[in-house]
């Protein structure tokens, strides 16, 4: 075996190692709550009492929900029919940026609009809260879809990208209008798009920042569950409650059960939709040229988009940096002197963790991207599957569900096995307290299916004939997969990874509940969150600017890559 074989075999080992601490062990809490828990008739009373948290979560959702769809589904419309690839990039930027910016930094951006500092939206704020539970939930629910609207519009732009494109051409020449619109786009993005839908709605129900902001007299059901998930911490700490999770399953199963049924429906509209065999035409946005749209109209509707897209990254950062202007309290200088000096440690320590899920949720789609290829069947030159790969698939799909669980789920369990045991003892050294495991094991629980997605689909598409080749020379499995796929597959998994690292890194709920005691310095997230609370605008706005590094970093490396693409490609191809 050679050097890159080996390598590729201990990733994959550490991959499955990873695999193993993180949703294992999420798994075996889910399963150890489940087991300890009461009758169902207390789970059952249980969950009632938190009836009215459950109703406002979904109808604020539902609101979220619906104004994301709307805003993502146009701008993806925009980007398919545009032909202008600077337009293009604009777009998906913007939606790389805006995923990777911390909720919370949304949220306050927003509350601090309202105040008497903007005089065009002066006293928006007390109309909130003084008006009814309704417009405060549409308010929050406003906020949200600026942060989520890149979900539906990535998914859209995927498959329009894949298939849509090139049909919606084919239709234009036996029909016009929305009949080509019909038997062109509709055929491609009706599954994504209630795919897309529902990513949404279930993003929307576990997000626990923005909404208490927006709604402080009413109870919601994801910050409820993390106020729930703080106690039971506590108390599992202090040796009070061993069954932590079964505690907070029965107060929360009926979301809960929506949500995996609402994932399990995105993931089969998703999946079971395409052919195995990886086959598609994508293309780099067409369909305006033959549409009879006139060019003035087409750049009007690019100009629109990118100045939408932008308006919806920037307007926070807009509003501290006015606000800090306006404050006499401290200038630029001596705000950001001052988060050197106090946020130095949670930096430091949220960088080690964001490097860590990087690395081993690399190591994790690798030990998943063999099975994903499948083999190859060289009578029919397809691939076919195997025991093993619909094992894989079947193991991919617990992550995602895994993936799918509230901030105070996925802690509690992580925190339940971590904080227990003989490795959770606090008199001592031990696993929890004085390591980052149980921090960086929910990350790879809450960002590690990024990466897996990217393996898996781009191991679907990497071409049959370079792995047939390979084994008629006699090479080996792996090192037939390692020629024949590898090169597919590795920089998706990269650019995966790096999105998980940057997600990490801005995740408050967590990081809040599973960052150790005696380990570093805490989450950058959540010393950022609790600035917010503190009304400190300067060190605020520094902190934001700071998380916003990793941002750019990704969607400047996914501009420079693009662009660089473009030179070898055609527009179609």
């Not at 901030?407 to 509690?412: E, G, L, N």
């Not at 997600?503 to 967590?510: G, I, K, M, N, R």
Request: proline share 5%.
């Amino acid at each position: 075996m050679n050097v890159a074989a080996l390598s590729v075999a201990l990733l994959q080992a550490l991959g499955r190692l990873a695999l193993l601490l993180s949703f294992g062990v999420l798994a075996a809490a889910l399963l150890f709550g489940l087991v300890l828990s009461p009758n169902p008739a207390a789970a059952f009373s249980d969950a009632w009492s938190h009836r009215n948290a459950l109703i406002n979560s979904a109808q604020t959702a539902v609101f979220a929900t619906m104004i994301a769809v709307i805003i993502g589904g146009w701008l993806a419309a925009v980007y398919s029919l545009s032909q202008s690839r600077t337009a293009r990039r604009f777009m998906i930027g913007a939606a790389i940026f805006a995923i990777l910016t911390m909720p919370s930094v949304y949220g306050y951006a927003a509350l601090l609009a309202g105040s008497d500092a903007f005089p065009l939206l002066g006293g928006l704020d007390r109309l909130i809260r003084n008006g009814a539970p309704l417009l405060r939930r549409l308010s929050a629910a406003v906020v949200m879809a600026g942060w989520l609207w890149p979900v539906p519009f990535l998914l859209l732009v995927a498959a329009l990208r894949r298939n849509g494109n090139a049909l919606f051409n084919v239709a234009l020449q036996d029909a016009k209008g929305l009949r080509a619109w019909r038997y062109g786009w509709w055929l491609v993005i009706r599954g994504p798009l209630l795919s897309a839908t529902l990513v949404t709605f279930v993003l929307a129900t576990t997000e626990a920042t923005i909404a208490p902001l927006f709604v402080p007299q009413e109870t919601l059901w994801a910050p409820e569950m993390m106020a729930q998930a703080s106690l039971a911490r506590g108390d599992l700490i202090d040796g009070m409650r061993p069954n932590a999770m079964g505690y907070l399953l029965r107060h929360s199963w009926p979301m809960l059960a929506m949500q995996v049924v609402l994932v399990g429906m995105a993931a089969w509209r998703a999946w079971g939709r395409h052919r195995f065999d990886g086959s598609y035409v994508e293309a780099d946005g067409v369909g305006a040229a033959h549409a009879g749209m006139s060019n003035g109209r087409r750049r009007a509707m690019n100009v629109v988009a990118i100045l939408l897209s932008i308006g919806l990254v920037v307007g926070p950062l807009v509003v501290f940096v006015q606000l800090l202007l306006n404050d006499q309290r401290y200038s630029p200088a001596s705000a950001f002197a001052s988060v050197w000096k106090t946020a130095a440690g949670p930096i430091e320590s949220s960088a080690i963790v964001a490097g860590c899920v990087a690395f081993l949720s690399f190591a994790l789609a690798l030990a998943f991207a063999r099975g994903a290829a499948g083999s190859v069947d060289y009578q029919t030159q397809h691939r076919t599957l195997k025991l093993k790969h619909w094992t894989t698939f079947a193991v991919a799909a617990a992550c995602f569900l895994c993936a799918a669980l509230p901030s105070s789920i996925i802690a509690t369990g992580i925190t339940q096995v971590f904080g227990g045991g003989p490795w959770g003892d606090p008199s001592g050294w031990n696993v929890y307290d004085d390591t980052p495991a149980a921090w960086i094991a929910a990350m790879l629980v809450r960002f590690g299916f990024i990466p897996l997605t990217a393996a898996m689909l781009a191991a679907r598409s990497a071409p049959i004939e370079l792995v047939q080749t390979a084994r008629v020379d006699g090479a080996s499995e792996l090192k037939a997969w390692i020629v024949g796929c590898w090169p597919f597959v590795w920089r998706p998994m990269a650019a995966g990874a790096a999105f998980a690292a940057a997600l990490s890194l801005v995740e408050a709920p967590t990081s809040l509940l599973t960052a150790p005691a005696r380990w570093g310095h805490g989450s950058l997230a959540a010393y950022v969150d609790q600035l917010m609370h503190y009304e400190r605008h300067g060190q605020t706005l520094a902190l934001t600017l700071i998380l916003y590094l990793p941002a750019l970093l990704v969607m400047g490396g996914w501009m420079v890559v693009s662009m660089l693409r473009s030179r070898y490609h055609t527009v179609v191809r």
